[in-house]
């Protein structure tokens, strides 16, 4: 069983940066694959990014790639996902994630947080 908790969403102006943490909880942690998505209102949940359990493994969707960087702390048991050059579109709610690293690429996961909200002003 793994735990998460998101924190650090926001209100941000175009081309601003935000940082977004969870905290998970779980024996598992440090072995699990981790990832990011995000959804918007109205649309389908999107997979953002992934995170190997020893962070030698890293996978990015193209429409983030070169503006968010992935990564953990498995002694604090976190996960993190900087967001750069953040544009009004990206506006929503940001989930993390945990599971296999072909599920997660594929868009779905074993387990989520209950999400933090981003938004970015035009």
């Known amino acids: 069983q793994v735990l998460l908790l998101e924190s650090g969403g926001g209100l941000v102006q175009a081309g601003g940066s935000l940082r977004l943490s969870c905290a998970a909880s779980?024996?598992?942690?440090?072995?699990?694959?981790m990832g990011w998505f995000r959804q918007a209102p109205g649309k389908e949940r999107e997979f953002l990014a992934v995170i190997s359990g020893l962070s030698l493994s890293r996978n990015y969707a193209d429409s983030v790639k070169g503006r968010f960087t992935i990564s953990r702390d498995n002694a604090k048991n976190q996960l993190y996902l900087q967001m750069n050059s953040l544009k009004p579109e990206e506006t929503a709610v940001y989930f993390c994630?945990?599971?296999?690293?072909?599920?997660?690429?594929?868009?779905?996961?074993?387990?989520w947080g209950q999400g933090t909200q981003v938004t970015v002003s035009s």
């Open positions: 779980g024996r598992t942690f440090s072995t699990s694959p």
């Open positions: 994630a945990a599971g296999s690293w072909g599920v997660i690429v594929a868009g779905d996961a074993s387990y």
